[in-house]
């Protein structure tokens, strides 16, 4: 995958993050990018505990076959927390891509309550497995335009 498709999935990843903001739930967003560059699979994140790339990696784990899976690519829009990343590591896709840290998340929420968020990088938690899944990102970019939902949700 190269760049330019890195972030026009990105952007993809977004538009399902706000569609789940208009919808009252916090504005994450992931897609599934298949090995021909199509998008298979699209999830904004629903609460506190379903987030967008566990609920995306499980529906994937569901329809397709680990090897397949393997050649696959999750996009988010944000690094995803340990429990994204661990579920995309059990789920066997084989690539990540985000677009911005968590750390610029964190900025932003500070101690909200509905997102207490964890200062461990999905780099770290993948370092600490045995499959060598390749991560990309952040994207500098395209973060403010990712973040821009972000900016009034957690206002509330």
């Known amino acids: 995958m190269t760049r330019d498709q ?13 569609e789940a903001a208009a919808h ?28 967008a790339e566990t609920e995306l990696a499980r529906r994937a784990a569901a329809a397709y076959s680990p ?13 995803p927390c340990a429990m994204c990343t661990g579920t995309l590591y059990w789920a066997n896709i084989g690539r990540l891509v985000y677009g911005f840290e968590e750390t ?12 207490p968020t964890m200062s461990l990088s999905s780099r770290a938690v ?7 899944i390749e991560v ?8 403010d335009e990712l973040l821009a939902p ?3 949700f957690w206002k509330r």
Request: some cysteine; charged content about 20%; overall charge negative.
């Open 6 to 18: 890195m972030l026009a999935h990105l952007r993809s990843a977004d538009a399902a993050a706000r």
């Open 24 to 51: 009252g739930h916090h504005p994450f967003g992931a897609v599934l990018v298949g090995p021909d560059d199509a998008i298979l699979m699209r999830q904004g994140n629903i609460d506190t505990v379903h987030h």
């Open 67 to 79: 090897e397949f899976l393997w050649t696959c690519t999750l996009v988010s829009t944000g690094e």
């Open 104 to 115: 610029k998340l964190l900025a932003l929420t500070g101690d909200h309550a509905a997102n």
């Open 126 to 132: 993948l370092d600490s497995g045995q499959k060598k």
């Open 136 to 143: 990309f990102g952040p994207f500098p970019e395209v973060a």
């Open 150 to 152: 972000h900016r009034e």
